[in-house]
C-alpha cells in the first residue's frame, strides 16, 4: 500500500504565498518523478511542475518565475512553493508520483486526495 498525504492549501489574497508539501509513504521500493497537477472547476486536470529523483525540474509555462518545486529523496517528501499567486491559480492542487513498490518491477501512478488552493481578495 502508498499513500501520498497533501498538506498547505488554503485561502490567499492575489500576490501571497503559499506552499504546499506531500509525503509519500507505504511499501515504497523506489520513487521516479515526483510533481504537482492543478484541476480548476470546469477544466481538466493539468500538469503543474514535475521534478526527477536526480532534480531535474519542469514547469508549466503558466507558473514560471512564480512556482518552485522541490524534493527530499530520503524523506519522500515533494514541496510546491508559489508565490505571486493569480486568481487564475484557484484549483484543487493533486500531488503525483511514479512509485515502485517492493514486490512489483513496475513503477505505477500514485495521486493524493488533492488540496484545495483558493486565490481571492
Known amino acids: 500500500q502508498v499513500q501520498l498525504v497533501e498538506s498547505g492549501g488554503g485561502l490567499v489574497q492575489p500576490g501571497g504565498s503559499l506552499k504546499l508539501s506531500c509525503t509519500a509513504s507505504?511499501?515504497?521500493?523506489?520513487?521516479?518523478?515526483m510533481g504537482w497537477y492543478r484541476q480548476a472547476p470546469g477544466k481538466q486536470r493539468e500538469l503543474v511542475a514535475t521534478?526527477?529523483?536526480?532534480?531535474?525540474?519542469t514547469s508549466a509555462v503558466s507558473v514560471k518565475g512564480r512556482f518552485t518545486i522541490s524534493r527530499d529523496n530520503v524523506r519522500n517528501t515533494v514541496d510546491l512553493q508559489m508565490n505571486s499567486l493569480k486568481p487564475e491559480d484557484t484549483a484543487v492542487y493533486y500531488c503525483?508520483?511514479?512509485?515502485?513498490?517492493?514486490?512489483?518491477?513496475?513503477?505505477?501512478?500514485?495521486w493524493g486526495q488533492g488540496t484545495q488552493v483558493t486565490v481571492s481578495s
Open positions: 503525483n508520483a511514479q512509485i515502485r513498490i517492493f514486490t512489483s518491477t513496475r513503477f505505477l501512478s500514485y
Open positions: 507505504g511499501s515504497i521500493d523506489s520513487i521516479s518523478t
Open positions: 521534478v526527477t529523483n536526480g532534480g531535474t525540474a
